[in-house]
Nanobody, 125 residues
């Protein structure tokens, strides 16, 4: 079992930046493949980014590629999502998730075992 707690969301103007954090507690954090997802009102939860156990392999949705950076610090049991050049369409609740069996390219919510409670990101135009 692992518990995930996101933080760092807020209100920002278009073109601004935010850094989301997701702190994990419980079992050995480095065992987990991690993902960030987001859900806008009236829409399904969608993949944003993934990172493998040692942080060397990341994948991004096309909509955020080049603007967002996913990283992890296993010593601190924390992952980060640096979001730059934010756009109004990035507005959503952002969730971090952990998978016990993924190793690469897990873009489906069903592949993840544990979820945080989410943090709201609002980008004004």
């Amino acid at each position: 079992q692992v518990q995930l707690v996101e933080s760092g969301g807020g209100l920002v103007q278009a073109g601004g930046s935010l850094r989301l954090s997701c702190a994990a507690s419980g079992r050995t954090f480095s065992n987990y493949y991690m993902g960030w997802f987001r859900q806008a009102p009236g829409k399904e939860r969608e993949f944003v980014a993934t990172i493998n156990w040692n942080g060397r392999i990341t994948t991004y949705a096309d909509s955020v590629k080049g603007r967002f950076t996913f990283s992890r610090d296993n010593a601190k049991a924390t992952v980060y999502l640096q979001m730059n050049s934010l756009r109004p369409e990035d507005t959503a609740v952002y969730y971090c998730a952990a998978s016990t069996f993924c190793s690469y390219g897990c873009y489906d919510v069903a592949r993840y075992d544990y979820w945080g409670q989410g943090t709201q990101v609002t980008v004004s135009s």
